[in-house]
């Protein structure tokens, strides 16, 4: 009886430690971070590495072996004309894309943060893009913008402005558009589907930028004696500039590394005109199988993308500080 | 520098009055605050004189004129808001210049009278700072300065203290009321604390349920309140309110009042046997916790008094006659004054 009630008595100690062990930061904190460390070295670490080597290798879907060429796969994608467009049309996208999507959002986000009757189903309705898989919103454009079948091609003809006589011009002449058969309805084409697909995230980001100014702050500069256009640019419009480059950065990086919308639109077509660098990397170093070429064109995405994260930090940090 | 007049002022939400059919008016340059608890109606008469907020029915007067339907800036007044909301993306420069630029002033004047408010407040020394960088008092002096740059004619300020500690706070009424008495201006200001009300207003409007109960100067209101709302509303602790068996009435009084029989005498004082059952040492003051019959009663003396009462005993006290206040036991209106309250 007694022996084992010691011994009991020289347990306790053991299993209190043994069972509280978690609760040293020193243990739980590793424990807890370490999913996510491995998260980022399998899915980011590893394939960035690789994607590092294969730039400088010859490896292809057929020869696995990694034999180091230097920047042979660089020069290589500078030297085609294929690669130079598709570098052009990743920042004119991009660029324009985004710079039409700052403007309307910022018209749509200032309407919709108007009291009216149906406020909330509209919200919906701008949202809706937004929830859609792009894979199959741009279907739906495939579609829509058809070479026979376009629904915008029989609007067009109802009103008068496609077909012969057209008071837009001979290039208007025929029964269609062929907005995926032309280079520059095509680039449109892919520009307005861009648009249509970051404009909602963009417009909500805004709102809720806009209903975060305190109404104190609305209600002086009405007082303070300001118009509408006065309380929309020296008011709202600075105090949204911090929210409105978080929507921006969002629609770059969506943008910029798009390759879906290329890909179902016009495959990079016609002749390549609309080609962007995720789409050719894929086309070159996937469908083509020279895996370094595709790794090559694909790094060249990086340095924008690693100044877009640096930046998205620094904001990070300044709303932190504020 | 103008009158304000609000004409059967109403504003229902959905139904519920918030302000409920209200008249009043300043008079020129007068410092009139509106006093009441939070959700009594008072900011949304001031955001209505401000043009904020449409009323549902009534009118509004500035300066003689129906302002009623105009925007805000239109009306010629300026606004200090309990957060002081300034434009935080603006040096304090910017923001004082702001209702300038907004009338178009000409550059040379706009900075004339931006370093004219800046020198009334004393703020000539951070005008390149962002309000972020000022200290909670600087920032209320800021509001002050945008308020007062365009030389409006009627201050509408909003609880413009709550933000500040309570050192800084006693200060701060003590500039305000200054700096209202140097401009001149017609003022007006809205609080929940009486003490900010007493101290500065020359006239207070004390309003409950989006109605006012009373208007009058500190001294009505302290000590002839119109009705038990006003008379428990104001004082700390309130008024005592004391059934009446033989009249039937209400008979209200001061704890400051309240004093033992002996320390008193005299037959011009009433009489009440007063049953004390704790007391608190407030440092300045003693208060004395207790009941006459049924009703409960403070008593509040200076704590340097002699009067010493004990705990548990039932001692006769006293009130003198003409601070003793009658009011009807339902209505709680005010019996022994002849205009029941309400002021022109």
């Given at each position: ?247 921006v950065l969002?629609g ?38 020279s ?10 995405l ?5 100044g ?11 709303a932190?500080?504020? | ?45 001031l ?34 808001f309990?957060?002081y ?26 900075t ?26 600087q ?22 203290l ?24 017609t ?24 109605r ?64 004390v ?28 008094s ?6 548990g ?32």
């Amino acid at each position: 009886m007694s022996v084992s009630a010691r011994a009991d008595a020289a347990a306790l100690p053991e299993t209190r430690q043994g069972r509280y062990w978690l609760d040293r930061e020193s243990v739980l904190g590793p424990v807890l971070l370490l999913p996510a460390v491995i998260y980022i070295v399998a899915l980011v670490g590893i394939p960035l590495v690789l994607a590092v080597m294969y730039s400088l290798s010859d490896v292809t879907v057929g020869d696995q072996s990694i034999d180091f060429v230097g920047l042979q796969n660089f020069r290589d994608a500078l030297d085609s004309s294929t690669f130079r467009t598709a570098l052009k049309n990743t920042f004119v996208f991009t660029i324009v894309s985004q710079m039409i999507v700052l403007v309307l959002a910022n018209i749509l986000a200032l309407v919709l943060s108007a009291d009216f009757k149906g406020k909330r189903l509209v919200r919906f309705l701008v949202l809706l893009p937004w929830t859609t898989p792009i894979a199959l919103g741009v279907l739906g454009w495939l579609w829509t913008l058809d070479n026979v079948y376009s629904p915008i091609d029989y609007l067009l003809r109802q009103v008068g402005l496609l077909g012969v006589g057209s008071p837009l011009g001979s290039d208007w002449f025929g029964t269609n558009a062929l907005w995926l058969a032309y280079p520059d309805r095509a680039q449109f084409s892919v520009l307005f589907v861009h648009v249509w697909r970051t404009l909602p995230l963009a417009t909500v980001i805004l709102l809720a930028g806009l209903t975060a100014i305190p109404q104190d702050v609305k209600d002086a500069a009405n007082v303070d004696g300001a118009g509408f256009f006065r309380q929309v640019f020296a008011i709202r419009i600075p105090l949204l500039l911090p929210i409105m480059a978080v929507a921006v950065l969002y629609g770059i990086v969506f943008t910029f590394t798009d390759m879906t919308v290329v890909y179902i639109l016009t495959r990079g077509g016609p002749v390549d005109s609309t080609q962007v660098l995720a789409s050719w990397a894929y086309f070159k170093g996937i469908e083509g199988g020279s895996l370094g070429q595709g790794a090559a064109i694909a790094l060249f995405l990086f340095p924008v993308l690693v100044g877009v994260a640096a930046m998205m930090l620094r904001i990070a940090k300044r709303a932190e500080t504020v | 520098m103008a009158v304000v007049e609000v004409r059967e002022l109403s504003k229902r939400f959905d139904g519920v009055a918030a302000v409920d059919g209200i008249d009043l008016a300043s008079t020129d340059g007068e410092f009139l605050v509106l006093l009441g608890p939070s959700g009594c109606g008072k900011t949304t008469l001031l955001r209505m004189i401000g043009g904020l907020e449409p009323p549902t029915d009534g009118d509004i007067l500035i300066g003689g004129r129906v302002v009623t339907n105009l925007p805000p800036r239109a009306r010629q007044i300026a606004m200090v808001f309990q957060s002081y909301a300034l434009y935080p993306h603006m040096t304090v420069y910017n923001n004082i210049a702001f209702p300038l630029k907004a009338a178009k002033l000409p550059k040379a004047e706009q900075t004339r009278r931006v370093a004219w408010a800046a020198g009334i407040l004393g703020i000539e020394g951070f005008l390149d700072r962002k309000p972020r960088q000022l200290s909670g008092g600087q920032r209320q002096r800021v509001a002050l300065a945008r308020a007062l740059v365009r030389e409006p004619t009627v201050f509408l300020l909003d609880e413009p203290l709550s933000n500040l500690d309570a050192q800084r706070r006693a200060s701060a009424r003590d500039e305000l009321q200054g700096f209202q008495r140097r401009v001149g201006t017609t003022t007006i200001y809205v609080t929940h604390d009486q003490v900010e009300a007493m101290g500065m207003g020359d006239r207070i409007a004390v309003m409950e349920q989006g109605r006012i109960r009373q208007v009058g100067t500190p001294h009505e209101i302290y000590d002839e309140p119109a009705d038990t709302f006003v008379a428990t509303f104001l004082g700390s602790p309130p008024m005592n309110l004391i059934p009446d068996a033989a009249s039937g009435e209400l008979l209200g009084f001061r704890p400051e009042h309240f004093i033992p029989w002996e320390a008193g005498m005299g037959n011009d004082w009433v009489r009440f046997p007063y049953h004390v059952h704790r007391t608190e040492y407030l440092g300045a003051e003693r208060l004395l916790y207790g009941e006459v019959g049924e009703a409960k009663a403070v008593a509040r003396f200076p704590a340097n008094s002699d009067i010493n009462t004990e705990i548990g005993s039932t001692t006769d006290y006293a009130v003198r006659r003409n601070d003793l206040k009658r009011f009807h036991p339902e209505t709680g209106l005010r019996l022994d004054r002849p205009t029941n309250g309400r002021q022109p």
